[in-house]
């Protein structure tokens, strides 16, 4: 079994390596390395700064750092990424796509492959628009490809069809996962002309496509992608039951229900993770976390944590607002100890906007247009809860 101490050297020795070879490379083709205070220079840090970084000692780096330092060493889209796992536990933000309508080209030996799977089939652009498909998925939708134009050709698009519903069962949690995976997508490709044109097809097919649209959730793509990279995820969910996230994970492609059985996801309900005792309390919720990230530490399998956890209104439970930030200050001292990245959710109409405004203040980072950034209104967690007691 493999022990959490040797994830953790593991993880440091790639991230060294990483930024070595790096600095080898960005040394010129006389094979001399680029010294570790040049690329402190290039990348705007002290020497040591940059050294405690290139050894993993840096907990928990800020993401500009990080983006200096890919900068400084004119890292590729692909090194770049890799970086931002190693260092920060987490995929980086992803660039506005460039404006171009342009579909991607398929080779030969991926199209001979589609045609020759006996399985439904087909290779997509980022808006699940269909380049190439094979004759077993023409036949699965009974031909609405061939019946629909070019540019329309899309799996959002034939979800929102009476032919998808009479093929899928669970049609309504299939297109709640696809919209939401679409939003996702959309704020990573904001300039790809591609999606103005799916997005106005897909609010044209009804109120549910409009509805779904205009929810902005995150949840479910937030989920697949740490599945998806072998991460351990744990979700805490109100407006979905954990059923609903299971059969909506299904809908974006990933194997939810093996997921469960293997532990690698497990999803509870604010009943059982913020009310155990039978009241809201900021000790149970702690020990709700603390023994998720306790049992993936023994067991040494996931070497980073993906959590989400979404908030019911407790300001009508006694001392509710005063344990309410207590809850969020102490969340913040736990999870900084452990390697995991925590979205919190909140219903605007049920907290009010004064007070998400000071919850907002103690988290460092906060999801804006899509985009991960830090909070410049954040105040440390023994700061914030002395401000709030007064």
């Known amino acids: 079994m493999t022990r959490p101490d040797d994830v953790e050297w593991r993880r440091r020795e790639e991230l060294r390596s990483l930024l070595t070879a790096l600095r080898s490379r960005r040394g010129g083709n006389g094979g001399k390395r680029l010294r570790q205070d040049d690329a402190a220079i290039l990348s705007g840090l002290s020497t040591r700064r940059y050294a405690a970084l290139e050894r993993g000692a840096v907990e928990n780096p800020p993401l500009d750092l990080i983006e200096n330092v890919a900068s400084g060493l004119r890292m590729t889209p692909a090194e770049r990424s890799a970086l931002h796992v190693l260092s920060r536990g987490q995929d980086p933000p992803m660039p506005p796509a460039a404006p171009g309508g342009e579909w991607p080209e398929i080779g030969p030996g991926q199209r001979e492959l589609i045609a020759r799977l006996d399985a439904p089939a087909a290779i997509t652009d980022e808006t699940w628009t269909l380049v190439i498909r094979n004759k077993a998925l023409t036949a699965w939708t009974d031909g609405w490809f061939d019946r629909v134009p070019l540019r329309q050709q899309n799996l959002v698009l034939f979800l929102f069809t009476p032919e998808a519903e009479r093929l899928l069962p669970d049609i ?166 452990f390697p995991l990245v925590v979205l919190c959710l909140y219903d605007l109409q049920q907290f009010g906007a004064e007070v998400l405004m000071e919850a907002l203040r103690t988290h460092p980072s906060v999801i804006a247009d899509g985009m991960i950034h830090e909070n410049p209104y954040y105040i440390e967690p023994s700061k914030f809860l002395t401000r709030a007691q007064n």
């Open 172 to 337: 309504h949690a299939y297109r709640r996962a696809i919209v939401a995976g679409l939003r996702y997508q959309y704020v990573r490709h904001i300039g790809s002309d591609r999606f103005g044109a799916v997005i106005t097809t897909l609010l044209e097919t009804g109120p549910e496509a409009r509805d779904l649209w205009g929810r902005h959730e995150i949840v479910l793509p937030f989920l697949a992608e740490g599945l998806r990279t072998g991460q351990k995820c744990i979700g805490v969910v109100d407006s979905l039951t954990p059923a609903d996230v299971v059969a909506g994970l299904s809908g974006s492609g990933v194997d939810s229900a093996r997921s469960v059985e293997t532990g690698q996801l497990e999803l509870a309900t604010p009943a059982t993770a913020y009310f155990s005792s039978g009241r809201f309390s900021t000790d149970d919720i702690v020990a709700f976390w603390g023994q998720g990230v306790s049992d993936v530490k023994t067991s040494g399998t996931f070497s980073f944590i993906r959590a989400t956890g979404e908030m019911p209104s407790v300001l009508d439970h006694p001392d509710g607002r005063t344990e309410f930030f207590r809850f969020e200050t102490k969340l913040n001292e736990f999870t900084s100890a």
